[in-house]
């Protein structure tokens, strides 16, 4: 029979108290226990006393005050999350939590949060990141989810939420690439001579159709003189606390083997010698295996943001026109493929893309010229 005790807190103040045998634990065999404490009178002490005698008699066990806060769900399913994806996704979800989830629901008990409070938590994100708060609404669901799967709620206050709907606006929206002509332009604006490295990077990424970090992760044992071929079998990211790391690509089709034309290939031939010349004067050694074909002055991997900051520092002072970002140079490469007479599947072998889909659904656009020769091949056909 337990026995409620009087006691005195660390604040002076009477306190009672009471421990109460709970039976054998069926895992280890030992006695359970369960001690309560803190009730400021006797009656409340004996009231609660009741009640765990009463669910032992009637179901066996005792009930569980769950309160469990959110943060402590979430890093429960994180710790089993970064098992399941690359460190580059573990580490840009880690940061997405923490910079706008966890701010809300991190030190609320999972058990409280409302539809209500989820449902003005994502109106917050809808207007601070039209294009990301879906991302960020999907993976509350995965946490409410996961806390039903482990019993500390029975139902996914998240999954009653209205999404935001994003209004449709006049104009089109601009085309991220650039046309042959518009290509040549770009690299008019080039001192092939005075700047050879921004030259042949852009000249990678716009006549091999890489995607940045691929082509800042590529060594000089990735080209192969002889066969004029391009090796891509990694690509170069952020991992935890924005360390710069290479990953294999994402999936199997990203690990190619592209044919490179002859102009590209003069071009990296007299890269190659450059840059020996000057980390040579550096004292710098470059015959290593795995020497970056773009490194810094230090002879490291470039930041993932110089391609950016070359490509805007050279349209701004060029006034060139439409503006594009350093993904543009790849569906500028895709547009150049598919007007050459390129095939759907030989743009997605090119490119890496694991499935045909992600090819057509990307890379629809095509330029005004198609256009046009797509309406004089209907007249001629037709001829009517």
């Not at 991997?301 to 006034?319: E, G, Q, V, Y």
Request: with cysteine.
């Amino acid at each position: 029979m337990a026995t409620i005790k009087k006691y005195i807190d660390k604040d002076g103040k009477p306190r009672y108290e009471f421990q109460i045998y709970l039976g054998i634990d069926s895992q280890t065999g030992k006695k359970k226990k369960t001690r309560r404490r803190g009730f400021k009178t006797k009656n409340e002490a004996t009231i609660a006393l009741s009640r765990i005698t009463y669910n032992l008699k009637t179901k066996g066990s005792i009930p569980t005050e769950n309160n469990i806060l959110f943060k402590s769900v979430y890093d429960e399913w994180y710790a089993e999350y970064i098992n399941t994806v690359r460190e580059s996704t573990w580490a840009r979800t880690g940061g997405m939590f923490n910079n706008h989830i966890l701010p809300l629901f991190g030190n609320k008990r999972i058990r409280t949060i409302t539809i209500a409070q989820c449902q003005s938590a994502v109106n917050k994100w809808f207007k601070e990141a039209t294009r990301n708060y879906k991302r960020w609404y999907n993976y509350l669901v995965n946490i409410f989810e996961y806390a039903i799967k482990h019993g500390y709620i029975d139902s996914n206050p998240a999954k009653m939420v209205t999404l935001p709907k994003k209004q449709d606006t006049w104009g089109d929206k601009p085309e991220n690439f650039w046309n042959k002509q518009q290509l040549e332009k770009f690299f008019s604006c080039i001192d092939k001579k005075q700047e050879l490295e921004k030259y042949c990077l852009f000249r990678v990424l716009a006549f091999c159709g890489l995607r940045r970090g691929e082509c800042l992760a590529l060594t000089w044992k990735d080209l192969d003189l002889e066969h004029l071929t391009l090796r891509i079998n990694k690509t170069l990211t952020q991992g935890k606390g924005g360390k710069q790391i290479i990953q294999a690509p994402k999936t199997k089709k990203g690990r190619r083997t592209i044919m490179l034309d002859s102009t590209t290939v003069a071009l990296l031939k007299n890269w190659h010698r450059e840059q020996l010349q000057y980390f040579l004067y550096l004292g710098m050694n470059t015959l290593k295996k795995d020497q970056l074909i773009f490194a810094n002055s230090r002879n490291k991997f470039k930041s993932l943001n110089t391609p950016a900051k070359w490509l805007n520092k050279i349209i701004i002072d060029n006034k060139l026109e439409p503006r594009i970002t350093v993904h543009g140079f790849r569906h500028s490469h895709a547009s150049a493929l598919f007007a050459a007479g390129a095939t759907i599947k030989e743009v997605q072998t090119r490119l890496g893309h694991e499935d045909v889909a992600t090819t057509l659904n990307i890379y629809t656009h095509v330029t005004k010229d198609q256009n046009k020769e797509a309406v004089e091949k209907l007249t001629q056909y037709l001829n009517f």
